[in-house]
C-alpha cells in the first residue's frame, strides 16, 4: 500500500516542484491510483494491469503522470465492495459516464477527499475490460516509483514494453478500431498522452516480432468489443494518415482537428509532465516515431533491427539529398526544421516504396 506522508499536502506539492507548469492535482490522482492498484492485487483476482499508468512501473525515472488504472479480466465486478470496505481513503465508488455502449467495457470512478485547497472532491478511473488477458508476454513487477513510498511489495502482472506498445498501437487509429478524435468525448490531450507513450516504448522496444504479435492480438480484441471486422491493414493505414495529418500541422492543410490537437493537446500534456517542456516540434517527432513502428508492422519487416533505425546525430549525413515519397511529400520542410522528425519519415517512406 502507498504509505500515509504521501497522501499529505508537502508530498504532492513536492512533486509539482519538478514541474512549475504540472498540476497538483494530477500528482495526488497518480497516488490514488496506485493506491486502488494496490488493493486490487490484495483482492487476488486474475487481471493484466495495462495503459499508460503501467509505463511508471517500466520506466524508473519518471516522464509524465498518469491518473487512470487499466487493466483486463474476466470477474466478478462485485468484488469492489470489498475496497470500499477496507479502505478508508477511498469514499465510494459509481459508474463513470464515458459515453458508450460496449458491454465488455466497464468504467468505475473511485473518490475519494482530496487534500488540495480550493479543490472539488476527486475520483480514480478504473477503465476494465471484461475479457481474458491477451499478450504475448506478462511479467511481474513490483508496485513502486519514484512518485510515491511504500508500505509492502506487492507485484502485478503487467505486458512487457513491447506488447505493451503493440497493444497502445491499435489505440491510435481513430477511424477504425482506437479512439475517436471528433466525437463527444474528444480531448486533444489524450491524443497527444498516447503518441508521448508510444514513442516512449519505441525508444526502450526491441522485439518486432512481439509487437506485431501484441498488435493483432489487440486488434482481434478491439474488434470483438466493438463488433467490427476491419482488416489489420485497414488500421495501420489509419494510424499512419493520422501522424501524417499531425506531422504536417503548421504547413499543410489537412483535417480540422490536428491543429486543435497540436496546439491545445501539447499546453495540457504540460500539466502531466515530470521532464522537460513538450511543444508541438516534440509531438511531430513523437507522430514520426509512431508511423514508422505502424508501417514495419504493415509491410512486415520484422528482418529490421529497431536499434538500428533509431535516430542519432550521426544519421543527418544520410539525409543530405534524401526525399520521401509522393504521398508524404508535404513533410518536405521538416527536413530543415526537424531533422529527427524528417528522418523517421524518411525510413518510412523508404520501408513504403521497397527501398529498405
Not at 520542410?333 to 528522418?343: G, I, M, Q, T
Amino acid at each position: 500500500m502507498v504509505n500515509e506522508k504521501c497522501f499529505e499536502l508537502n508530498w504532492i506539492n513536492g512533486i509539482k516542484k519538478s514541474n512549475a507548469q504540472l498540476n497538483p492535482v494530477y500528482a495526488e490522482n497518480t497516488i490514488y491510483a496506485f493506491e486502488l492498484l494496490s488493493e486490487l492485487v490484495n483482492l487476488n483476482i486474475d487481471f493484466v494491469f495495462k495503459g499508460g499508468t503501467s509505463l511508471l512501473l517500466h520506466f524508473p525515472q519518471p516522464r509524465r503522470l498518469s491518473t487512470d488504472i487499466d487493466i483486463i479480466g474476466d470477474f466478478d465486478l462485485e468484488i469492489f465492495d470489498a475496497i470500499i470496505k477496507k479502505n478508508p481513503r477511498f469514499q465510494g465508488f459509481k459508474d463513470a459516464d464515458r459515453k458508450h455502449d460496449l458491454p465488455m467495457i466497464k468504467n468505475l470512478g473511485f473518490y475519494y477527499d482530496t487534500v488540495l485547497p480550493d479543490v472539488d472532491d476527486q475520483f480514480v478511473l478504473l477503465d476494465i475490460i471484461k475479457a481474458k488477458p491477451r499478450f504475448p508476454k506478462i511479467e511481474e513487477k513490483e508496485i513502486k516509483c519514484d512518485l510515491l513510498e511504500t508500505d509492502e511489495a506487492l507485484i502485478v502482472k503487467i505486458p512487457t514494453v513491447e506488447s505493451l506498445l503493440g497493444d497502445k498501437l491499435t489505440a491510435f487509429a481513430p477511424d477504425t478500431i482506437g479512439i475517436p478524435l471528433e466525437d463527444d468525448t474528444f480531448r486533444p490531450v489524450n491524443v497527444i498522452k498516447q503518441l508521448f507513450d508510444i514513442s516512449l516504448l519505441f525508444d526502450a522496444a526491441n522485439d518486432l516480432q512481439e509487437i506485431n504479435e501484441a498488435y493483432n492480438m489487440s486488434h482481434k480484441l478491439n474488434c470483438e468489443i466493438r463488433d467490427q471486422h476491419f482488416k489489420i491493414d485497414e488500421t495501420l493505414n489509419d494510424t499512419i494518415q493520422t501522424c501524417l495529418e499531425l506531422s504536417s500541422e503548421g504547413f499543410s492543410v489537412g483535417r480540422n482537428y490536428a491543429q486543435t490537437i497540436m496546439n491545445k493537446g501539447c499546453n495540457r500534456l504540460n500539466q502531466f509532465l515530470i521532464s522537460e517542456p513538450f511543444s508541438v516540434n516534440l509531438a511531430k517527432k513523437h507522430a514520426a516515431k509512431v508511423a514508422l513502428i505502424a508501417t514495419i508492422l504493415k509491410k512486415e519487416r520484422f528482418d529490421l533491427k529497431l536499434i538500428d533505425l533509431k535516430y542519432t546525430k550521426k544519421k543527418i549525413e544520410q539525409l543530405r539529398d534524401a526525399k520521401i515519397h509522393a504521398r508524404f511529400s508535404k513533410l518536405m520542410p521538416l527536413k530543415e526544421s526537424d531533422a529527427e522528425a524528417f528522418y523517421y519519415w524518411y525510413l518510412t517512406s523508404q520501408i513504403e516504396e521497397g527501398k529498405l
